[in-house]
């Protein structure tokens, strides 16, 4: 009986621990303002901080997010995002926000994945295809969101959104770390540095290899 207690013990505690460390740690003190240089800081649960007492409300907060990102650029979307390098008081918080403009007829914020984060969108403004595609057998989940609509991008799934109205749209998305990171795929794959070797993509994509090196000049 006591091996049974021990057994069920041990995999409860395996499954703690897995999952204690799927996210962003949670903090062991109140707040943990990032600075860049230590001598200005105190060692707090193993990472340099700002001194509490010497915290101001500029660490936790940011002016701007009502004004329009510039979408006059290839994708015509643009993403301002409020992580930690924006917010020091986001350190060990494991959240971060962002401001998602887009521009009529077609505005894209490009099949993209969040290796450390979920995404929670909320539209604002404007109608938007969005979409997740899931891990092997790549099972493609969609949805039509206008203004007040919400949905889910499961972390590190290739998820994209896309202006199908003819007018801007705006959405604000929330992210579960502090520092998501984000893989544009299109990006990664064809504009990495140094390239990846074209015969790799011409076997992967089934494309012409005129094709590939075509793509990764663009990139």
Sequence with gaps: MKGAYFLVAFVFLALSSSFAFAF???PLQDFCVAINDPKDGVLVNG???KDPMLATANDFSFSGLNIPGNTSNQVGSNVTLL???KI???NTLGISLARIDFAPYGGLNPPHTHPRATEILVVLKGTLYVGFVTSNPNRLITKVLNAGDVFV???GLIHFQFNIG??????IAGLSSQNPG????ANALFGSNPPINPDVLTKAFQLD???VNYLQKLF
């Design 47 to 49: 990472k340099f901080c």
């Design 182 to 185: 984000v893989i544009t795929i």
């Design 209 to 211: 290899k005129n094709v």
């Design 83 to 85: 992580n930690v390098d």
């Design 88 to 90: 020091p008081g986001l």
């Design 24 to 26: 962003d740690p949670s």
């Design 166 to 171: 003819e007018t801007n749209a705006v959405a």
């Design 153 to 155: 991008f499961p972390i």
